[in-house]
């Protein structure tokens, strides 16, 4: 029988958490807070690969603060040159399917030539959106 999900896991790789406040300013806590971490982690990516973390961190935490819900996780983790960024709204009482709201912000990252991936679910901890970026 399958088990509800919670939280954000993670096995051989580093990661990096953050816990907002889900509001306006959040964003750009969140982006600020990547940048900074990708550089502790040594990764010197081009310019342009720059903007594109801070404008697919911006666009997923936007998303989880549009929820509605009291916090905002961020979590990165690195793997063989790419970062996976996710945001997690915490909002609980989303519904089912609501993952489907998702589509415009997914188009909008993708629209990033870095990005190689990226996605959304709802669980009963909330909406997931995340990104994976080549660095």
């Keep these: 029988m399958p088990t509800a999900r919670r939280g954000v896991g993670m096995m051989n790789r580093r990661g ?11 964003a750009g806590k969140a982006r600020a807070a990547v940048v900074e971490q ?18 697919v961190t911006t666009l997923l935490v936007e998303a989880a603060v549009a929820d509605n819900g009291t916090k905002v996780s961020v ?34 990252i993708t629209a990033h030539q870095a990005v190689t991936g990226c996605g959304t679910d709802t669980g009963p901890d909330g909406r997931r959106i ?6």
């Excluded at 945001?87 to 912000?105: C, F, P, Q």
């Excluded at 995340?130 to 660095?135: D, F, S, T, Y």
Aim: proline share 4%.
């Design 130 to 135: 995340w990104a994976v970026i080549a660095l």
């Design 75 to 108: 979590h990165l983790a690195d793997q063989d040159g790419q970062a996976c960024i996710l945001a997690l709204s915490h909002h609980t009482a989303l519904m089912a399917g609501h993952d489907d709201a998702g589509g415009d912000v997914l188009h909008q």
């Design 38 to 55: 990708l550089g502790k982690w040594r990764y010197r990516p081009a310019p342009d690969t720059v903007t594109a973390v801070e404008a």
């Design 16 to 26: 990096a958490n953050w816990t907002l406040e889900s509001a306006p300013w959040a």
